[in-house]
């Protein structure tokens, strides 16, 4: 469904992925992880048109996405979760729903998808018409994955969701990930917390300083010299 080929990207000098390519098939949920300043974060930011690679290809489908825009992006089917939830506090949790779904021209199905992500994250329902700031952040987390979904993404992408969350909530946001796999949803997953991660994944992908330094299952990767270094960081 996605492949990333040779991407180099660079901030003026400093050179944030170097040749790093990769591929998630349909139905899987492929995780990625590794140290700070590996350059996860940048890799999202490549594949949902943010930042624009030096040299490079990325496809969806088999049909190259270099150069749209973000919301073209969406439009194809790919949704990302950014690192931070960017929610809109100010706005009601049901606003922020309505957000997610703005992509959405046909509106047959708004009234099933917001039905089925409030069953996913009951809490929202709870919520529903009060500010989103007012969440703490593991239901601030779940809002931008359900607002997320209501673009009816085939592929949904995640920037370190766990980021800043208690283990418990950490735990329930990764088993919804699970669940929306199970669902026929495709997820990318970009984690620091390389433990849950590689639990979850089908595949694991670690990066390092720009490039890829593992790709495989969690077995493989149990064998590998990777492992030590994404989980404990150690150079
Ligand atoms: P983290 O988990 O800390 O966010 P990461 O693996 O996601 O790390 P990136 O955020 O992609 O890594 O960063 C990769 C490299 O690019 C780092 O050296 C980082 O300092 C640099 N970098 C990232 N964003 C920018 C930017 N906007 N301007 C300059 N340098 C940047």
Do not use: C, W
């Amino acid at each position: 469904m996605l492949t990333a080929t040779d991407l180099h990207v660079s901030y003026g000098s400093i050179v944030a992925l170097r040749g790093v390519s990769i591929e998630v098939q349909q139905g899987e949920l492929v995780g990625v992880i590794g140290p700070n300043g590996a350059g996860k974060s940048t890799l999202l930011k490549a594949i949902v048109g943010a930042v624009r690679p030096k040299q490079g290809g990325i496809t969806i489908d088999a049909k190259s996405i270099l150069g749209k825009s973000p919301e073209a992006i969406v439009r194809l089917g790919a949704s990302l979760v950014p690192e931070g939830r960017h929610i809109f506090t100010k706005l009601t949790v049901a606003e922020n729903l309505q957000l997610g779904a703005i992509v959405q021209r046909d509106r047959t199905h708004a009234e099933a998808d917001l039905e089925q992500a409030l069953a996913l994250f009951p809490v929202l329902k709870d919520y529903y018409r009060s500010q989103a700031g007012k969440l703490s952040g593991g239901e601030q987390q779940m809002l931008a994955i359900a607002r997320a979904l209501l673009s009816r993404p085939r592929l949904l992408m995640l920037d370190e969701p766990s980021l800043g969350l208690a283990p418990l909530v950490v735990d329930r946001v990764f088993d919804s990930l699970d669940r929306l796999r199970a669902a026929g949803i495709t997820i990318l997953l970009i984690e620091q917390n390389a433990a849950r991660t590689i639990e979850l994944a089908d595949r694991i992908y670690v990066l390092r300083t720009g490039r890829v330094e593992f790709v495989g299952t969690e077995e493989e990767f149990a064998d590998s010299s990777a492992y030590e270094h994404a989980l404990f960081g150690i150079t």
